[in-house]
Structure formats: structure tokens, C-alpha cells
């Protein structure tokens, strides 16, 4: 009779918990639909007052182009070939120094972070030349390479390498003590200590390194299509703004914008991919845990 009585009550129990788990996990997935219907209607309830404003008069339309105009003028530039040219050069310059200043970054990161020497020597060196701005960079670059493509690529890798480089870095020297320790207690040493224990442990800050500098990137390659180029992006906002179209100029804008996007967005499913422990939080239905 007390075995019953105890197996009803545990089974009791269970319910309660079974119970308690689906609905936090109804109340999470609720959070997330609205969150996702917030991140949707915000920018288009934007689009929609800024129409409205510059329909009433309460904008100058000719500076602040209705949106509808805008896609007017994006959707001829996609039909006639224009828009294209100028995306193709931009994306071009930019996943070429993106790609370099990445790779650049992560050695070298690692490597300091791994040689208390080189760290000494180069430190002052690397923090000293990460502030200076990285457009200020381009006349020099012009100067040795000439009007041509790799100054603009070297402009942007410039910039991702030292963003890339610091968080490689922190990385690897913020890594407990403690796990090193049992690391070597377990004679792991040379490429087996970097693989499976400096290596991972970077890799959240290497992540983080990366989101960062491909918004920076974004912004270095359309500031220096801005002076040293005949296409792209930036020069094509840049134009259309010495010739007074407004709508071209927030198509450019609005493109740029949608790049950016693209680059974090990509980065993010990257960082998924290698850190898919970082993104499992939140409760999850009954049945699901394994």
C-alpha cells in the first residue's frame, strides 16, 4: 500500500514538472514569434510614417525621397543593370579584404597570444596603429599602388585585421589557468594543446572579432569608394549626391545597408555552426531533449 501510495505521488510529481516544462516552453516559442512580428512591422511602421510625412508636407520630399519612390528608382536600377555593376564591385573589394584581414588577423592573434615575447614586442605596436583610423591609410596606399584595385582591398583588410587580431588575442589570453593545468596533466602539448584546447577556447572571441569587423568593413570599403573609385557603392552614392538625385543616392544607401546585413548574418550561421553550445538555451518540449 505505501509502494502505491509512493508511486502515485512521484507520478504525481512528474506531471506537475511535465506540466510546468510545456508551458515555458509555449511561453518561449510566444516570446520569439512576437519578437520576430516586432523586428518586422518596426522598420516597415518606419517606411510607412515616412511615406505618410513626405506625402502631408511634413518633410521636404525632395531631400527625404518617399520609399516608394526609392523602390521605384532601385527596381529600374535592377532591371536596367546599373545597380548591378556598382554591387558586383563593392562585394568584390569587400569579401576579398574581408577574407584576407580575417585570416591575417587569426594568425597573428594566435600566435601572440601563444608567445609571451612576440606579445611584448608587437603589442604597444598593434595598439598604437589600431587607432589610427584606417581611411587615413588609403593616401599612402594610393601612393604606392597606385589607382588601382589593391588599396581599396588592403584599405578594408587593414581594418578587419586589427579588429580580428585584439579579439584573437583576448581570446587566447583569457583563457582560464586552470583548464591549461589539466590540459598538460594530461600531456597534451604542441598542436594537440592548440586543437582541442587554444584553439576552442578562442574561438567565441574570434567570432565576436569577426561580426565586429565586417560592419567596420562594410563602412571602410564604401567610404573609400567614396574618393578612389569610378564604381561601386559608394561612389555611386557619393555621385548621385553631387548630381542632386536623392533617389539614387538612398537606393545606394538602402544597398549598403542590405549588404551589411548580409555579411552579419552569415557570420552568425558560422557561429552556430562552430559554437552550436552557445545558441541552445531556452526550454524545450518534452521529447525533444535528446
Not at 92 to 98: D, E, M, S, T, V
Not at 153 to 160: D, F, G, P
Not at 218 to 238: C, P
Amino acid at each position: 500500500m505505501t509502494k502505491s501510495l509512493e508511486h502515485t505521488e512521484i507520478a504525481r510529481d512528474q506531471s506537475a514538472v511535465d506540466a510546468a516544462v510545456e508551458r515555458e516552453y509555449r511561453r518561449h516559442r510566444m516570446l520569439r514569434g512576437r519578437d520576430l512580428l516586432l523586428a518586422i512591422l518596426t522598420p516597415v511602421a518606419l517606411l510607412a510614417l515616412w511615406e505618410l510625412a513626405a506625402a502631408f508636407g511634413a518633410i521636404d520630399a525632395r531631400l527625404f525621397t518617399p520609399p516608394s519612390e526609392i523602390v521605384e528608382r532601385g527596381w529600374d536600377m535592377i532591371v536596367g543593370g546599373e545597380l548591378w555593376v556598382h554591387v558586383v564591385a563593392t562585394v568584390g573589394r569587400l569579401a576579398a579584404g574581408f577574407v584576407l584581414g580575417a585570416v591575417a588577423g587569426v594568425l597573428v592573434g594566435l600566435v601572440m597570444g601563444v608567445s609571451r615575447p612576440l606579445r611584448a614586442a608587437f603589442g604597444p605596436t598593434f595598439t598604437a596603429l589600431y587607432a589610427l583610423p584606417k581611411i587615413a591609410i588609403l593616401p599612402l596606399l594610393l601612393l604606392i599602388f597606385g589607382l588601382t584595385e589593391t588599396p581599396k582591398v588592403l584599405s578594408v583588410a587593414i581594418s578587419v585585421f586589427f579588429v580580428v587580431q585584439i579579439n584573437t588575442l583576448a581570446g587566447i589570453v583569457q583563457i582560464d589557468g586552470r583548464i591549461l593545468e589539466a590540459a598538460r596533466a594530461y600531456q597534451a602539448s604542441g598542436w594537440k594543446l592548440f586543437r582541442y584546447v587554444l584553439l576552442p577556447g578562442a574561438t567565441p572571441s574570434i567570432m565576436t572579432g569577426l561580426r565586429v569587423s565586417a560592419g567596420m568593413a562594410v563602412i571602410v570599403v564604401t567610404a573609400v569608394e567614396f574618393v578612389a573609385s569610378n564604381n561601386g557603392l559608394g561612389y555611386l552614392i557619393w555621385n548621385s549626391w553631387q548630381l542632386f538625385q536623392p533617389q539614387t543616392m538612398f537606393v545606394g544607401l538602402i544597398t549598403v545597408s542590405i549588404i551589411g546585413a548580409v555579411v552579419t548574418g552569415l557570420i552568425i550561421v558560422l557561429e552556430r555552426a562552430l559554437l552550436p553550445w552557445q545558441h541552445s538555451g531556452g526550454p524545450r518540449k518534452k521529447g525533444k531533449e535528446q
